[in-house]
Antibody, heavy 117, light 107 residues
């Protein structure tokens, strides 16, 4: 059974960098797409970006200048860095597995990140 | 970017009724790369439909999806109490995007 678990600070100060890690168990990140999706309080889902097993990445154009997604295959983890955060970046952040055919088929439980001084 | 517009914003129905949810794309989207998700309060989304019309593992057959050009539809034939939730469509071709969601609430 594939499981994903997000970890990282729940509070980030404005203008700083948000950093989250997703630990994958039950599958290797050397396959599929590994993605970050966020959801501001009371709002809809927003795709942030993904890293493909080959190491290539793709990002939401609206966030591209601030986002970096990387992977550590030795730890079976992938990570998100979002720079210069503002209150608008306050959200539930989900890591998930994306597939070429099936969409996003496995989700982490999500972690809440609040941007506040 | 491909914008997905879902309608209605809220659908008020009674258990046992049929629900029809719409998702319209701003440009051509391959049916192979259109998915629907269900999200309940406090939970992560769950994949229902992929490839516009294929049910994900374990999804009851009262859920079905269809496509016509840039219009996609999720149909729930007989609403069960556990089906009241928010539903999102997503295109996962180039630069993934989500619709804004349709809330299915109890009438």
């Amino acid at each position: 059974q594939v499981q994903l678990q997000e970890s990282g600070p729940g509070l980030v100060r404005p203008s700083e960098t948000l950093s989250l890690t997703c630990t994958v168990s039950g599958d290797s990140i050397r396959t599929y797409y590994w993605t970050w999706i966020r959801q501001p309080p009371g709002k809809g889902l927003e795709w942030i970006g993904y890293i493909y097993y080959s190491g290539s990445t793709d990002y939401n154009p609206s966030l591209k200048s601030r986002v970096t997604i990387s992977a550590d295959t030795s730890m079976n983890q992938f990570s998100l860095k979002l720079s210069s955060v503002t209150a608008a970046d306050t959200a539930m952040y989900y890591c998930a597995r994306g597939t070429y055919y099936y969409g996003v088929d496995v989700w982490g439980q999500g972690t809440t990140v609040t941007v506040s001084s | 970017d491909t914008v997905l517009t879902q309608s209605p914003g809220t659908l008020s129905l009674s258990p046992g009724e049929r629900g029809t949810l719409s998702c319209r794309a701003s440009q051509s989207v391959s049916s192979s790369y259109l998915a629907w998700y269900q999200q309940k309060p406090g939970q992560a989304p769950r994949l229902l439909i992929y490839g516009a019309s294929s049910r994900a593992t374990g999804i009851p057959d009262r859920f079905s999806g269809s496509a016509s050009g840039t219009d996609f539809t999720l149909t729930i034939t007989r609403l069960e109490p556990e089906d009241f939730a928010v539903y999102y469509c997503q295109q996962y071709g180039r630069a993934w995007t989500f619709g804004q969601g349709t809330k299915v609430e109890i009438k």
